[in-house]
């Protein structure tokens, strides 16, 4: 099992950037695929950005070229750096980690962008 906390959330202008962490504690961080999602008021939450264990990338059409997914095995973190923000981007952001079948999620982390 993994626990997940994320953290770097805030009010930023249009145009802005953030960097969103996850920090995972427990075992075998390595070897979970390790996603961003993203939830904003009155809305269904919505995948964002996936980082699998060989490294491999994938984004959303809507954040695609703004933001981008890394992880850091050595300290067991992930992180979403996010570019160009605009104010559609408001919601409160989740990382999870998943294996075996099983989704692991943190409790989220509140970033918002003025316009």
């Known amino acids: 099992q993994v626990q997940l906390v994320e953290s770097g959330g805030g009010l930023v202008q249009t145009g802005g950037s953030l960097r969103l962490s996850c920090a995972a504690s427990?075992?075998?961080?390595?070897?979970?695929?390790m996603r961003w999602h993203r939830q904003a008021p009155g809305k269904e939450r919505e995948y964002v950005a996936m980082l699998d264990t060989g490294d491999a990338r994938s984004y959303s059409d809507s954040v695609k070229g703004r933001f981008t997914i890394s992880r850091d095995n050595a300290n067991n973190t992930v992180l979403l750096q996010m570019n160009s923000l605009k104010p559609e981007d408001t919601a409160v952001y989740y990382c999870s980690a998943v294996r075996l079948g099983h989704t692991y999620w943190g409790q989220g982390t509140q970033v918002t962008v003025s316009s």
């Open positions: 427990g075992r075998g961080f390595e070897t979970y695929i």
